[in-house]
């Protein structure tokens, strides 16, 4: 159980486009969703953090405006990379959190942006 | 904020030998602490975690100790095999319950 899901698993964009990437909890309800980035060889630093139904809550430094989170049903959470230039480029990870077992994150596989 | 210290940030061990990854934690409030292995390009692997009413907690060759008076808690690996080369990362939860992960130990376990 607790199976987390992102796709996609890879994309490459050119400067200029917006990307999508979706992250879904595949058997449990995940009434709060995380985003993370992750540089080569540093640690994961949260982005945002979205709870069903509401807005999503960004982290210090992180442009809501450039990073759109919808959080629009218990199994689905997308973050849109808007605008993304080579900067952006990083592992974008999510996980996903249930009601119970209130502290337990469950992380995706990752995705891998790269931006031209 | 919660702020996440950890060390050392390489560990180089013998295979058999033992490993240790210490981290430090700010927030007297947090109350889970979670550990993870990630492998290169892989996603975070939860190996073990401990709540804040324990002081040990162990699961085969891992164990993870904790000292909430220091606010300091650490992983034991004990005999040490090629396939527990990876990278570490020590996490404590703030207030909110949002992790504040550690900058990582990348350890490299040779035969």
């Known amino acids: 159980g607790a199976v987390v899901s992102q796709h996609p698993s890879r994309v490459i964009c050119k400067s200029g486009t917006s990307v999508k990437i979706e992250c879904r909890s595949l058997?449990?309800?995940?009434?709060?969703m995380f985003w993370y980035r992750q540089f080569p060889k540093q640690s994961l630093m949260l982005m945002a953090t979205?709870?069903?139904?509401?807005?999503?809550?960004?982290e210090q430094g992180v442009e809501k405006d450039k990073f759109l989170i919808n959080h629009a049903s218990l199994t689905l959470s997308t973050l849109t990379v808007t605008s993304a230039h080579p900067e952006d480029s990083s592992f974008y990870i999510c996980?996903?959190?249930?009601?119970?077992?209130?502290?337990?994150?469950?992380f995706g596989p990752g995705t891998r942006l790269t931006v031209l | 904020g919660e702020n996440v210290e950890q060390h050392p940030s390489t560990l180089s061990v013998q295979e058999g030998d033992s490993a240790v990854i210490k981290c430090t934690y700010s927030d007297s409030a947090s109350n889970y602490f979670p550990w993870y292995k990630q492998e290169l390009g892989k996603r975070p692997q939860l190996i073990i975690d401990i709540r804040s009413n324990v002081g040990e907690k162990k699961d085969q060759r891992i164990a993870v100790t904790l000292n909430k008076t220091a606010k300091h808690f650490s992983l034991h690996i004990t005999e040490t095999q090629p396939e527990d080369s990876a990278v570490y990362f020590c996490a404590a939860t703030d207030s909110w319950g949002k992790f504040q992960f550690g900058a990582g130990t990348q350890v490299v376990v040779t035969p």
């Open positions: 979205s709870n069903e139904g509401s807005k999503a809550t960004y």
């Open positions: 058997d449990f309800q995940a009434t709060t």
């Open positions: 996980s996903a959190r249930s009601g119970q077992g209130y502290n337990e994150q469950f």
